[in-house]
């Protein structure tokens, strides 16, 4: 796996494909600059060496130009972030871009314009990577939030760069951190899988099946599995099409040795909202009209346990609908239980959208061991796929 440390980027242009793909407000201002912080490791690495920036992202989905998708808005924070100049071209190829990457200096940046004002770049056009690839000596992909898309930037233009390509820290980062839970994990593992649907992580749970010594189902999709084994789970919501399939996973799991723990007891709410009349149940049990909302205080000490017997842990999807302050208490209390764990030796990745949200509202970023800036890109991975944009600086 080539890394910056592969290269020496003394007086050599690097054009690197960052995420900057970040949220703006009504003013147009950077309201988290998460993704422009996660970049600056490799942006400086490379300054230091003595080489130039040239940084490639797309922001949004424009349809052709359009002034509020222009990463111009965002130079302030990258110079913030980076603490230097940061020169910004109003296009991504031409002429323009051409100058200016001429007259870039050792120890400069300069960021394009948003590559997703061309349609070319969605497509995986070759002449338009080609056209991108023109602007450095090296090419590094530092973009995991976007390594599962063959678009031009990603992925087609690594086939221009023959031997001088690489991976950035961050996405160096990213891919080890999956392969530790994954591959080169210390036993027990653990994964813990959320979030609202079973639908949207079977491939997930059944890639991982073959990996892991204990999972976790919790959070709305533990309710298909409920009603599958004959429980009553009232309102709950439930994907009645998947409950044979969540059998058959059981049945799986227990061919392959894997421990699954379903909650045991739930916060049930009269309605689904932050103000509902709650109560615990046993989850087997829960009336009409009621609905599970969160992982009851049994089901909290029971997912402690598992989680500190484990070397290895992996989180995606929340417990309970995090959300609304009422019912984010089962979300937080596995954070707690998670941070132990890791304290104690543990290494734990979070990864996948809305968990990386809720550890991040209830300040456990720091406390993990490593939080996954990549959702979909990440949840191809555990899936076990080749991601386009990784694939293409291996080959
Ligand atoms: P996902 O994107 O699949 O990880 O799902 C995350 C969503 O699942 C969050 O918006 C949660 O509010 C939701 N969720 C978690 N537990 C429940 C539940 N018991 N009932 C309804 N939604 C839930």
Redesign the pocket.
């Known amino acids: 796996m080539k890394t910056l440390k592969d290269f020496n980027f003394e007086n050599k242009k690097a054009i690197i494909r960052v995420d900057f793909n970040v949220p703006l407000n009504g003013k147009l201002e950077v309201t988290d600059a998460t993704r422009i912080q996660a970049a600056k490791s490799t942006i400086i690495d490379i300054l230091e060496q003595g080489g130039s920036c040239v940084l490639m992202s797309h922001l949004g989905r424009p349809k052709g130009f359009q002034e509020e998708f222009s990463l111009r808005h965002i130079v302030k924070s990258v110079v913030d972030v980076i603490g230097c100049n940061v020169k910004f071209v109003e296009d991504c190829i031409g002429n323009k871009v051409e100058e200016a990457v001429a007259n870039l200096e050792a120890g400069e940046i300069l960021l394009l314009e948003n590559l997703r004002f061309y349609e070319e770049e969605k497509k995986g056009d070759v002449a338009f990577a080609e056209k991108l690839s023109k602007f450095g000596d090296i090419y590094v992909n530092d973009a995991f939030g976007t390594a599962h898309r063959a678009h031009a930037s990603t992925t087609i233009i690594a086939q221009f760069f023959e031997e001088n390509k690489c991976f950035g820290n961050l996405l160096a980062r990213e891919i080890e951190s999956i392969d530790k839970v994954l591959n080169n994990s210390e036993r027990p593992v653990l994964a813990i899988l ?4 079973v639908s ?1 992580k079977i491939t997930v749970i059944e890639n991982i099946l073959d990996k892991v010594d204990h999972l976790i189902i919790g ?2 999709m533990s309710f298909t599995f409920v009603k599958a084994l004959g429980g009553k789970i009232g309102n ?2 439930c994907e009645d099409d998947k409950m044979e399939l969540a059998l058959a996973i059981l049945k799986q799991a227990k061919q392959k040795g894997v421990e699954i723990h379903i909650p045991v007891d739930v916060i049930a709410a009269d309605d689904f909202s932050n103000d509902a009349n709650t109560k615990i149940l046993d989850i087997n049990e829960i009336p009409d009209g009621w609905e ?2 969160d992982a009851g205080p049994k089901s909290r000490e029971i997912f402690d346990t598992v989680a500190n017997q484990c070397k290895t842990i992996l989180w995606n ?2 417990l ?4 609304m302050e009422s019912f984010a208490g089962g979300t937080i209390a596995l954070g707690h239980s998670i941070d132990k764990a890791t304290r104690n030796g543990a290494f734990s990745l979070v990864g996948g ?2 968990s990386v949200a809720a550890v991040k509202q209830f300040g456990f970023a720091e406390k993990v061991s490593y939080v996954s800036t990549g959702g979909g890109a990440m949840l191809e991975m555990l899936e076990g796929k080749t991601l386009p944009g990784i694939d293409a600086i291996l080959k």
Do not use: R
């Not at 309970?320 to 959300?323: R, Y």
């Open positions: 959320g979030g609202a649907k949207s959070g709305g709950s919501i599970g909302v999807g929340p309970g609908v995090f959300e959208g809305d």
